[in-house]
């Protein structure tokens, strides 16, 4: 513990943004830091709460509360309030391999179930993660960390996000030869192709790939398993496989029109921003542009909110965000959503803000349905058809959305992107090595165990669980090396 009052002596403190009109203008970090001992002051309100759930990590009725990974939360408070930060970056350590990732994309369901939540604003924990790190780079304190000795044993990591490196990193911690293969031209899955460079700057993530390099991990880029190497060719080459490829398939939108020129899946048009702007800053224009145009985002996640934050960069002329669910309110729900669930509230991401700001209102349209796109006479997108719908229980018990009569309207628009979510893994892999799936085509391997019934493969990540947060990847990750090293020496020395 900090300070025993320091939750009610000292007020949540975040840190500035740039303002909207001036980020939008790049593709950098927006968030400013807080100083030092503002940060000392902010560990101060962590308070001795006797159970804390910020660390818990756990399911409850549909929701989730406090850190996948368990990160040890009120402790290196604590130290940062002292002024410990060496002490502090070392139990950060302890269970997040990549705080540096989490402190910057997390949403931080540490803070929906801090106990001092329940009173008035909860600890600004996100904050002092990333500040932990960040300070710890700077300071040198992070460095290659090889493995004394190796154990002869070869392990095979299938992609390089969040989960497969989580993986890696600790099998090559525990001694093994760990090859990671990526069929994008960069390393980090997601972290490099799937968030936008002003949310994570990929200087960050290749800092990272360089300290696993040096430590032994071996990076092969450009190369699918499943149609570059057969899968099966692991399997005999290895001594055990992690798969971590990630859901990367997207969820299909048929409706009328969706074959127009101008509508796009929200990963082509992300991803290919982000490549262009990596290999050459944008100059040589392969990628899909907003510029000058009405854009429609059909999908209420933080897929979508990227997107709208792209077409804000690329010059749009207007951005449109639909989502089918209901405005939330503007306090939690105790019955619907109650402590310590991350809570469901009104709030503006840093997508809506930046747009709010440009074109004076929230670009969301909530508890509304596209029903067809229209096209001109050289089947270019010139407009989308909606109504609004509402959610009811039907006469089986199930929940469903129902259209409001009267309530259609008319969109115009030049571009649409559909980020309305994934429909789990690719299949090639699984069909390759007949591994079971389950009912959303997710590979099958049990939660904590993470064992497929393909003997040697392992599946971890959002290829294991469907998508899902970066924090959970990294929790999977964690734990499927922990099996793995028990599956090759008999017992492990991972926690």
């Given at each position: 513990?900090?300070?025993p009052?320091g939750f009610?002596?000292?007020?949540?403190?975040?840190?500035?943004d740039?303002t909207?009109e001036e980020?939008?203008?790049?593709?950098?970090e927006f968030h400013?830091h807080?100083?030092?001992?503002e940060l000392?002051t902010?560990?101060a309100?962590?308070?001795?709460?006797g159970?804390p759930?910020c660390h818990?990590?756990m399911?409850m009725?549909g929701?989730?509360?406090g850190?996948?990974?368990?990160?040890l939360i009120?402790?290196w408070?604590?130290?940062v309030y002292?002024?410990?930060?060496?002490e502090a970056?070392d139990?950060?350590?302890k269970?997040?391999?990549?705080?540096?990732?989490?402190?910057?994309?997390?949403p931080a369901?540490?803070?929906?179930?801090?106990?001092?939540?329940?009173?008035?604003?909860?600890?600004t924990?996100?904050?002092i993660?990333q500040?932990i790190?960040?300070?710890g780079f700077?300071e040198?304190?992070v460095?290659p960390?090889?493995?004394?000795k190796r154990?002869?044993k070869k392990?095979a990591?299938?992609?390089s996000g969040?989960?497969?490196l989580?993986?890696?990193?600790q099998l090559?911690?525990?001694?093994?030869?760990?090859?990671?293969?990526e069929?994008?031209?960069?390393?980090?899955?997601?972290?490099?192709?799937g968030?936008?460079?002003?949310k994570?700057?990929?200087?960050v993530?290749q800092?990272?790939v360089?300290l696993?390099?040096?430590?032994?991990?071996?990076?092969?880029t450009n190369?699918e398993i499943?149609?570059d190497?057969?899968?099966?060719?692991l399997v005999?080459e290895?001594?055990?496989v992690v798969?971590?490829?990630?859901?990367?398939?997207?969820r299909e939108?048929?409706?009328?029109?969706?074959?127009?020129?101008?509508?796009?899946?929200?990963?082509d048009?992300?991803?290919g921003?982000i490549?262009?702007y990596l290999?050459?800053?944008?100059e040589?224009?392969e990628?899909?542009s907003a510029?000058?145009?009405d854009v429609i985002v059909?999908?209420?996640?933080?897929t979508?909110?990227?997107?709208v934050?792209?077409?804000?960069r690329?010059?749009?002329?207007?951005?449109t965000q639909?989502?089918?669910?209901a405005k939330a309110p503007?306090?939690?729900?105790p019955?619907?959503?109650?402590?310590p669930?991350f809570?469901?509230v009104?709030?503006?991401?840093y997508a809506?803000?930046?747009?709010?700001?440009?074109f004076g209102?929230?670009p969301?349209?909530?508890s509304i349905m596209?029903?067809k796109f229209?096209?001109?006479?050289?089947g270019?997108?010139?407009?989308l058809?909606t109504i609004?719908?509402?959610?009811?229980?039907?006469?089986t018990?199930?929940?469903i959305?129902?259209p409001?009569?009267?309530?259609?309207?008319?969109f115009?628009a030049?571009?649409?992107?559909?980020?309305?979510?994934?429909d789990?893994?690719e299949q090639?892999?699984?069909?390759q090595?007949?591994?079971?799936?389950?009912r959303r085509?997710?590979?099958?391997?049990?939660y904590?165990k993470?064992?497929?019934?393909t003997d040697?493969?392992f599946?971890?990540?959002d290829m294991r669980?469907g998508?899902?947060l970066v924090?959970?990847?990294?929790h999977?990750g964690?734990?499927?090396?922990?099996?793995?090293?028990k599956?090759?020496?008999?017992s492990?020395?991972?926690?």
């Amino acid at each position: 513990m900090s300070t025993p009052t320091g939750f009610m002596e000292y007020k949540r403190q975040l840190p500035a943004d740039r303002t909207p009109e001036e980020r939008i203008q790049d593709w950098e970090e927006f968030h400013k830091h807080l100083s030092e001992d503002e940060l000392r002051t902010q560990g101060a309100r962590c308070m001795d709460c006797g159970t804390p759930y910020c660390h818990t990590g756990m399911d409850m009725e549909g929701g989730t509360f406090g850190c996948p990974v368990h990160n040890l939360i009120p402790e290196w408070n604590n130290l940062v309030y002292r002024s410990q930060w060496r002490e502090a970056l070392d139990r950060l350590h302890k269970t997040n391999n990549f705080p540096e990732f989490t402190g910057r994309v997390c949403p931080a369901p540490c803070e929906g179930s801090c106990t001092v939540g329940l009173i008035g604003q909860p600890v600004t924990i996100k904050t002092i993660e990333q500040a932990i790190i960040d300070k710890g780079f700077e300071e040198g304190w992070v460095v290659p960390t090889p493995p004394e000795k190796r154990t002869g044993k070869k392990v095979a990591v299938v992609g390089s996000g969040p989960a497969g490196l989580a993986a890696a990193a600790q099998l090559n911690k525990a001694g093994h030869s760990v090859v990671v293969y990526e069929r994008a031209d960069r390393v980090g899955g997601l972290l490099v192709y799937g968030i936008p460079t002003m949310k994570l700057d990929k200087n960050v993530v290749q800092r990272r790939v360089d300290l696993l390099e040096a430590e032994g991990i071996q990076f092969v880029t450009n190369t699918e398993i499943g149609k570059d190497i057969p899968a099966q060719q692991l399997v005999d080459e290895y001594d055990a496989v992690v798969l971590c490829g990630g859901a990367t398939k997207p969820r299909e939108f048929n409706i009328e029109g969706s074959e127009l020129k101008g509508v796009h899946y929200a990963m082509d048009f992300l991803n290919g921003t982000i490549k262009s702007y990596l290999d050459n800053g944008l100059e040589d224009g392969e990628y899909l542009s907003a510029k000058g145009k009405d854009v429609i985002v059909i999908g209420g996640g933080d897929t979508g909110s990227d997107c709208v934050a792209t077409s804000l960069r690329h010059g749009c002329s207007s951005v449109t965000q639909f989502g089918t669910h209901a405005k939330a309110p503007l306090e939690r729900d105790p019955i619907a959503n109650p402590w310590p669930q991350f809570p469901n509230v009104y709030t503006l991401d840093y997508a809506q803000e930046e747009a709010k700001a440009i074109f004076g209102e929230d670009p969301r349209e909530f508890s509304i349905m596209t029903t067809k796109f229209v096209g001109d006479e050289e089947g270019n997108l010139k407009e989308l058809h909606t109504i609004q719908i509402e959610r009811i229980v039907d006469e089986t018990g199930r929940k469903i959305y129902q259209p409001v009569p009267g309530t259609e309207r008319v969109f115009p628009a030049q571009m649409a992107l559909i980020a309305i979510g994934f429909d789990g893994p690719e299949q090639e892999i699984a069909q390759q090595l007949s591994l079971e799936t389950d009912r959303r085509s997710n590979i099958k391997a049990r939660y904590g165990k993470y064992v497929t019934n393909t003997d040697k493969v392992f599946a971890a990540g959002d290829m294991r669980r469907g998508q899902s947060l970066v924090v959970w990847a990294i929790h999977e990750g964690r734990e499927a090396a922990r099996e793995v090293d028990k599956y090759l020496m008999g017992s492990t020395v991972l926690a």
